[in-house]
């Protein structure tokens, strides 16, 4: 059991540059969610992805997307920075979106947008 | 929209001073309220999942329980090491047929020798 690995660690932007945040789900989980982490505050849903597909979004923009692959690894695409998309974001893996049993969560991409 | 609040905001007990934290929800259709641990700069990790009201769960010098409107972490004789963030979310279905979860914004918890 690896556990859920996420790259890079700290990232440096400028506004209106496009990133990719990366996810190695835990094994045996097939479904991700990607949350939002603003300094203080509690996580923010993003999306979620399921069999490759995103089966439920929160509130954020188009300029949010996502990927997950067979491997269910995944991906986190943001287009067009703005300087509050700076954040901690959070990766998490579930079995079946069951997060009954609880998330297990990666350690972070920290996004910073200047 | 579902909704979590948690109380108080931060926290700073002395080591040995038993205490509780609250989280109030608003949720159609609970399907599950958890509890995080968060350290600085970390992921969350995981700690309880509670169903129904009337549940508890313990582990080590934490104790979760649930009401129909909230639920309460109760710390027994804490230590420094359970500084940390502690973590309030809700599992509901969503109108998109998947089950959505919603964090509150946490409590800093300070334990000092």
């Known amino acids: 059991e690896t556990g859920v690995t996420q790259s890079p660690t700290h990232l440096i932007k400028t506004r209106g540059q496009q990133v990719t945040l990366r996810c190695s789900s835990q094994?045996?989980?097939?479904?991700v969610s990607w949350y939002q982490q603003a300094l203080g505050q509690g996580p923010q849903f993003i999306f979620q992805?399921?069999?490759?597909?995103?089966?439920g979004r929160g509130n954020f923009p188009p300029r949010f997307s996502g990927l997950q692959f067979p491997n269910y690894s995944s991906e986190l695409n943001v287009n067009a920075l703005e300087l509050d998309d700076s954040a901690l974001y959070l990766c998490?893996?579930?079995?079946?979106?069951?997060?009954?049993?609880?998330?297990?969560f990666g350690s972070g991409t920290r996004l910073t947008v200047v | 929209e579902d909704q979590v609040t948690q109380s108080p905001e931060a926290l700073r007990l002395q080591e040995g001073e038993s205490s509780s934290l609250n989280c109030s929800y608003t949720?159609?259709?609970?399907?599950?309220l958890f509890w995080y641990r968060q350290d600085p700069g970390k992921g969350p990790e995981f700690l309880f999942t509670?169903?129904?009201a009337g549940e508890e769960k313990e582990k080590e010098r934490l104790k979760a329980t649930l009401t129909k409107k909230e639920s309460f972490l109760h710390i027994t004789a804490p230590k420094p090491e359970d500084s940390a963030t502690y973590l309030c979310?809700?599992?509901?279905?969503?109108?998109?047929?998947?089950?959505?979860?919603?964090f509150g914004i946490g409590t800093k918890l300070q334990v000092i020798p």
């Open positions: 094994s045996g989980h097939n479904t």
């Open positions: 509670l169903y129904s």
């Open positions: 992805y399921y069999r490759e597909e995103e089966n």
């Open positions: 979310a809700v599992q509901a279905p969503n109108s998109g047929g998947y089950q959505k979860v919603t």
């Open positions: 949720v159609s259709g609970l399907r599950g």
């Open positions: 998490a893996s579930s079995f079946s979106g069951g997060a009954g049993y609880g998330y297990t």
